[in-house]
């Protein structure tokens, strides 16, 4: 009866330790980004569908600011925001200007080459939480950028080398 | 007491297995820091080779299971072109995971060589709750 008592105790103390080790183990759950395909895919798959929508350019600067502007309203000049929950904010007060005039807001995020990775992502997840589209534009070459291109990934991320930035930056 | 020297004989090979597993398993430490996403919805299983690359916040890029480092984009493309005729006929797809401090220039980089291989790629992010 001795002997039993002991085994029971000698299988708790084994569960008790391998349950431990479960939960001080670092389970992490990644997901991952579909990144869309080379520019001139992206573009074929954006020529359609242009007229209504409305753009949203979302830059990240190179200390991981955001700063916001309606392509609708170029005389609003850019915000800029330090945190997600402000870019949320943006964001979502943009898109419903845009509902109103029955346009599909499309974002572009337009990182800085020398931002982080994280800034970007916060970025893409503030466009999930309020549903809209998004583009990752990757033309960030400081190099001129080639004449001609604009492709813009929808529902995706792009990864291209347009002007369409380049475009902007002259006329601002 | 030959129910008891059962029950011993339990315990010993469910410890045995136990210890077996976590001997054979590869618990693998990773120095990269994925960047954490709140929205990102959780994967589907793939059906291609998955070739991972990678990136630590200096712009080095880790291959081969972060065994090897590469530097430069075009030893990364060569890496991967190898790792591809290497797979045969599988479909490839790239997988970049890049620390959350990496600038975005070294990710560009990455995605624009598996364009040119005409690689498929999708950044991989942790998936976080959100606060």
């Known amino acids: ?172 | 007491m030959q129910n008891s020297g059962f029950v011993v004989r339990f315990v010993d090979v469910v410890l045995i297995l136990l210890f077996g597993f976590i001997s054979i398993s590869s618990v693998q430490a990773t120095e990269i820091e994925l960047a954490e996403s709140t929205e990102t919805p959780a994967p589907l299983p793939e059906v291609e080779q998955v070739v991972f690359v990678g990136i630590r916040p200096d712009g080095t890029y880790l291959v081969d299971e972060e065994r090897r480092e590469v530097r430069g984009p075009n030893a990364l493309l060569q890496f991967i072109a190898a790792e591809v005729t290497r797979l045969g006929d599988s479909p490839v797809k790239v997988r970049i995971r890049a620390s959350r401090d990496t600038p975005m220039r070294y990710l560009v980089d990455a995605a624009r060589v598996c364009d040119q291989l005409g690689l498929p790629k999708a950044l991989e992010v942790q998936m976080a709750s959100e606060a």
């Not at chain 1, 502007?69 to 997600?84: E, H, N, T, W």
């Not at chain 1, 190099?143 to 991320?157: C, F, T």
């Open chain 1, 1 to 172: 009866m001795a002997r039993r008592g002991f085994l029971i105790r000698f299988i708790d103390i084994g569960l008790i330790v391998l349950f431990g080790f479960l939960m001080i183990s670092d389970i992490e759950a990644s997901s991952r980004v579909e990144l869309a395909g080379a520019p001139a895919e992206v573009e074929e798959a954006a020529e359609e569908e242009e007229d209504d929508r409305a753009y949203i350019v979302v830059e990240i600067t190179e200390s991981s600011y955001f700063r916001v502007s309606d392509l609708a309203a170029v005389d609003r000049p850019p915000v800029s925001i330090g945190d997600v929950d402000g870019l949320t904010q943006a964001l979502e007060a943009l898109s419903r200007v845009h509902d109103e005039q029955e346009l599909e807001t499309v974002v572009l995020i337009q990182p800085h080459p020398e931002s982080v990775v994280q800034a970007t992502v916060d970025a893409m997840d503030a466009c999930d939480r309020l549903e809209l589209a998004k583009s990752l534009r990757m033309d960030i070459e400081i190099e001129p950028a080639p004449v001609g291109d604009s492709a813009i990934g929808v529902d995706g991320l792009s990864a291209e080398s347009g002007s369409a930035d380049a475009e902007r930056r002259d006329a601002s």
